[in-house]
């Protein structure tokens, strides 16, 4: 946790408004931001590896794990899609060899010579080499530009990311037209949180996947610090959505519930027609449990997952992220200046007197549980305060006490009626909680622990 205060401290103790000329610079680790010049040579050479990857990787049907660099040309690893599922199979046989893949196809690419016929010689398979007109070069913008091609051709693990993801309400039961209007709105809330982070100084190169109703998002730079930044931005999304909602009239503009969660996924290009498409998707660990706590969400809630895994508690990351808050100051919103923001999870108090964060339990439909805490936002523009998120008196609260008998209990039932002293027969609204009841049991249930 030390590095998020530091980095907390580091922002606040300096302006971040954005130098005269520097607004719309594109952060290094964007995709198209090295502006490096690359000799023709070797883009010849970029341009003939490119080819060869597109014909070797056959529409999907093989992937690429890793290169070296051959005085000839390039030694790769190919294999086949559904390769992975078979070496990594949860059996006494593979045992580590996801560990061993995840390893391999997480950070660079690049391996030396050794290590290259090392992987192949464990896998089985034999490299391949691609032929270039000429040696690749070593310079910089060069070997960026190979390792992009080589994640865009194959599989890529990150051990540790933040990801949002945003949900709109009751999605399916607007118009056509009223969710395009409303996936708009929200694709519009995401540019403006971007634009207004920009020209602070604080850019947040997002990438995004649709869930159709609704969106996965994540910083593509990597980091504790990119991990802040786009709690930042999560946070200016949902108070561009409230202040558009305000001004809105019908369903044009979406409800919504947030979540925010930091874990490791895999990150993919799926084929799209000869090509694979240029914007990659992410599935994986912290996806999943951005669905499940999401999918127990109430409206306008905020959920920010158990970061324990990331090393760090959630509490003191969002202490930490409270601190650089006022950065954010003078932003405009709906035409408004925001002259301060805040963010706390809700709390409660101990048997000791003591105010401690709220943790819920939330179980999913199969079972599997996870915790996560309830973010409040306070925005205030000196005219009038917002506050965002679910408040204390919307939240759900602890769960059945032990010795409570649950509705599924193995415990005896009470003696049956005699048949001359026959049971009334159940109401319709008696036969419909029930029904609700077995529902919510079905599809899980989010409590306080």
């Given at each position: 946790m030390a590095t998020y205060n530091n980095i907390a401290r580091e922002r606040n103790s300096e302006s971040l408004m954005t130098k005269?000329?520097?607004?719309?610079?594109?952060?290094?680790?964007?995709?198209?931001?090295?502006?490096?010049?690359?000799?023709?040579?070797?883009?010849?050479?970029?341009?003939?590896?490119?080819?060869?990857?597109?014909?070797?990787?056959?529409?999907?049907?093989?992937?690429?794990?890793?290169?070296?660099?051959?005085?000839?040309?390039?030694?790769?690893?190919f294999v086949p899609h559904y390769f992975l599922g078979n070496y990594c199979a949860g059996d006494e046989q593979h045992r580590g060899n996801e560990e061993f893949i995840r390893e391999l196809i997480s950070g660079e690419r690049r391996k030396t010579r050794e290590e290259m016929f090392a992987?192949?010689?464990?896998?089985?398979?034999?490299?391949?080499?691609?032929?270039?007109?000429?040696?690749?070069?070593?310079?910089?913008?060069?070997?960026?530009?190979?390792?992009?091609l080589i994640r865009r051709y194959g599989l890529s693990y990150v051990d540790s990311r933040a990801v949002l993801l945003f949900d709109i309400v009751e999605f399916s039961l607007y118009t056509p037209f009223e969710q395009a209007s409303q996936l708009n709105s929200l694709s519009y809330s995401l540019n403006s949180a971007y634009n207004k982070l920009l020209a602070r100084g604080i850019e947040i190169n997002f990438a995004r996947t649709t869930t159709g109703d609704g969106y996965y998002i994540w910083n593509r730079s990597l980091g504790p610090e990119a991990n802040?930044?786009?709690?930042?931005?999560?946070?200016?999304?949902?108070?561009?959505?409230?202040?558009?909602?305000?001004?809105?009239?019908?369903?044009?503009?979406?409800?919504i519930r947030s979540a925010y969660h930091i874990g490791g996924h895999y990150e993919l290009y799926q084929a799209e027609g000869v090509n694979p498409t240029v914007l990659s998707y992410i599935v994986g660990d912290v996806t999943i449990e951005l669905a499940r706590m999401v999918g127990?969400?109430?409206?306008?809630?905020?959920?920010?997952?158990?970061?324990?895994?990331?090393?760090?508690?959630?509490?003191?990351?969002?202490?930490?992220?409270?601190?650089?808050?006022?950065?954010?100051?003078?932003?405009q919103l709906a035409g408004k200046t925001i002259s301060s923001i805040g963010c706390r999870l809700s709390e409660h108090e101990d048997d000791n007197g003591e105010s401690i964060p709220r943790r819920f339990r939330i179980t999913d439909k199969h079972g599997l549980s996870r915790y996560a805490f309830n973010l409040e936002?306070?925005?205030?523009?000196?005219?009038?305060?917002?506050?965002?998120?679910?408040?204390?008196?919307?939240?759900?609260?602890?769960?059945?006490?032990?010795?409570?008998?649950?509705?599924?209990s193995t415990a005896p039932l009470p003696p049956c009626p005699e048949p001359d002293h026959p049971a009334p027969p159940a109401s319709a609204e008696e036969l419909f909680d029930d029904l609700a009841g077995l529902l919510k049991k079905r599809h899980g249930s989010i409590t306080e622990e």
């Open positions: 005269p000329g520097n607004a719309g610079k594109r952060s290094p680790d964007s995709p198209s931001s090295h502006g490096d010049a690359i000799s023709l040579v070797q883009r010849g050479n970029l341009k003939n590896l490119e080819i060869t990857l597109r014909k070797q990787w056959r529409l999907g049907q093989n992937i690429v794990l890793c290169w070296s660099a051959d005085e000839r040309g390039l030694l790769v690893i992987v192949s010689e464990r896998l089985g398979v034999s490299p391949t080499f691609i032929k270039l007109d000429t040696a690749l070069s070593e310079e910089s913008p060069v070997l960026r530009q190979v390792e992009q802040l930044d786009l709690f930042y931005f999560m946070l200016l999304v949902v108070a561009d959505n409230a202040a558009a909602r305000a001004a809105s009239r019908g369903n044009t503009v979406p409800v127990l969400a109430q409206s306008e809630q905020i959920l920010i997952g158990d970061l324990s895994s990331a090393k760090v508690s959630t509490p003191a990351f969002v202490a930490a992220c409270h601190r650089r808050l006022s950065s954010l100051s003078g932003i936002l306070t925005v205030d523009t000196g005219e009038e305060t917002t506050r965002l998120g679910l408040d204390e008196a919307r939240l759900p609260g602890h769960a059945p006490a032990s010795d409570e008998v649950p509705a599924d």
